[in-house]
């Protein structure tokens, strides 16, 4: 059974930087996707960032710039480093990886930016 278990939300203030993680247990033999989607209080879920298997990226328009997203394929981990954050990325944050025909998703950590 596949686990997806996110860490590193919190309470930031703006212009300050996080750092999520989202680290995978389980068996997952063929992934071609892995990124971050964002639910904020009353607006639909967006995409944030992904990262390809052939590690090309893309970013949400809003994020461009000041968040990365990167990889560790050994840990089975995918990363999102925000930078420069805003009080619009309030949101609670949700990993996925795409693999073997299944969308699989974490629990969602919380980030509230704020001062």
């Known amino acids: 059974q596949v686990q997806l278990v996110e860490s590193g939300g919190g309470l930031v203030q703006p212009g300050g930087s996080l750092r999520l993680s989202c680290a995978a247990s389980g068996n997952m033999f063929s992934i071609y996707a892995k990124g971050w989607f964002r639910q904020a209080p009353g607006k639909q879920r967006e995409l944030v960032a992904h990262i390809r298997n052939d590690g090309s990226t893309n970013y949400a328009d809003s994020v461009k710039g000041r968040f990365t997203i990167s990889r560790d394929n050994a840990k089975n981990t995918v990363y999102l480093q925000m930078n420069s954050v805003k009080p619009d990325d309030t949101a609670v944050y949700y990993c996925?990886?795409?693999?073997?025909?299944?969308?699989?998703w974490g629990q969602g950590t919380q980030v509230t930016v704020s001062s």
């Open positions: 996925f990886m795409s693999a073997d025909g299944y969308n699989y």
